[in-house]
Structure formats: C-alpha cells, structure tokens
C-alpha cells in the first residue's frame, strides 16, 4: 500500500509549504481548499522567514568551508615540521649530545615523541607549543639551539596553523548561531504541515485512498510505491517506486 514520504528535510518542509500555498490559492478562488484559511496565512507569514534561514545557513556553512581547507592544509604541514624536529633531534642526540635527559624539556620521553601521523588539531597545538617552549627552557639550560629546523623556522609555520584554527573557530560560531536560528523555528514548521495534512485527510476523509492522493499531491505530499504494485492513475514522476 501507498504509504506517505515524510518531509525529513529543511528543504522538503519549504518544498511542501510552496507547493501547498499554490494550490490553496488555486483552490480558493473556487471555494475548494483543502486546508483551512487560519493554516494558509500562518504558513504564508512562516514560509519566507524559513526560506531565509535555511538559505542563510548553507550561506554559512558554505563561506567556511574554505578556511576548514586552509587549516587542514596548515595542520598538515606543521605536523610534517613537528615530526621532523623530533627525528632530527633524536638523531643529532644520538650522534653528537649524549644527553639522556633531553626530551624532558619538552614534556615527554622518547618513546612518546609524536610522529608524522598527527590528524587532530589538538595534538598539532600540544606538540607545537611543547617545541617552542621546550626548546627555550633547553637553550636557557646552557643547550646548543637546534638547527634543521631551527625554531625560528618553524615558529611561522606553528603560528599560521593557530591563525587558521582561529578563523575556522569563528565561523564555527557563525554556523551554530544559524543552525540555532533553524533549529528554533523548525517545529512550528512541523507543526504546520501536520496540521495542513490532518485538515486535508478529514475534509478527504470519506473518498476512495486513491482520489484522496491525487488530490493531497496537488498540495505538496509525496508518496512511495512498494515494487510491483500498481501505481494511481496519473502518477507523477516524484512518486516513484521505493528501490
């Protein structure tokens, strides 16, 4: 049996709001419409606040992207530095220092040195500040600086990560701030369309299933066909067989 697709989507609740307020204003001027007037002018004074917001949050959500690329490709990079300071230090350690002792300026041992494969943002901010400020307390120590790579050449790298984490941290902000402002106005949305789909299934209420779908389709609802069963007549094209 025919069984109705649920407006799951933001943009299937304003694709059902749209279609339904065209067809009650078709239905109007006969004195025909299926939803009550009340129900029409709070959707009509709803819908174009819902457009807005939902269109405003993929604007958000769109704009950060860019910066979430750029702190990815700058995480990556100061990953690659910070792995490299740590192998160039164990290797100039066992060479030339002799010095047992000479991971603990910088918070660990040498078995826990971090590696290449740093994926989080905060095991990158953790590493990157134990080099600058472990390097320093070394060198205070009476340490011979670190060459290849020098602090002073990986400072710029760590502080470009930190900037682009910051810009992205922002726009996170700004998208939470539009996913609040849809969030909030979504179950008057829902409540709306179950009000509209409840009027027309009582004003529908004693016609055959098959003409009360041909008719709520003219209002926005959609419905799915299980495989091999017979389709209404006149169909349209989104109700298509569920695969």
């Not at 060479?95 to 000479?102: A, C, P």
């Not at 799915?224 to 169909?235: I, K, L, M, R």
Request: charged content about 30%; glycine content about 4%.
């Amino acid at each position: 049996m025919p069984y109705r697709i649920k407006n799951n989507t933001d943009k299937a609740r304003a694709g059902f709001m749209e279609r339904c307020l065209m067809q009650y204003d078709n239905d109007a001027h006969d004195n025909t419409p299926l939803i009550h007037e009340a129900t029409a002018s709070a959707m009509k004074a709803i819908l174009p606040q819902w457009i807005e917001l939902v269109q405003q949050r993929g604007k958000v959500a769109a704009d950060r992207l860019p910066a979430v690329t750029a702190k990815d490709q700058a995480r990556t990079e100061c990953s690659m530095w910070i792995s490299h300071f740590f192998q160039v230090l164990q290797m100039w350690n066992k060479r030339e220092l002799h010095d047992e002792g000479i991971f603990k300026f910088y918070s660990t041992e040498i078995q826990t040195k971090p590696s290449i494969t740093l994926k989080s943002d905060d095991e990158v901010l953790l590493w990157g500040a134990r080099i600058l400020e472990g390097e320093k307390k070394r060198v205070d120590s009476g340490g011979v600086p670190m060459q290849n790579p020098t602090t002073e050449a990986f400072e710029p790298v760590y502080l470009l990560f930190r900037r682009q984490l910051q810009q992205v941290q922002k726009k996170k902000v700004d998208l939470d701030q539009a996913e609040e402002a849809v969030n909030k106005l979504r179950p008057q949305v829902d409540q709306l369309i179950t009000d509209a789909i409840a009027e027309m299934d009582y004003l529908l209420r004693r016609e055959s299933a098959a003409s009360q779908r041909r008719k709520m389709r003219r209002y926005g609802v959609r419905y799915s066909f299980s495989p091999g069963e017979p389709p209404d007549e006149e169909q349209p094209l989104e109700d298509a067989p569920v695969q």
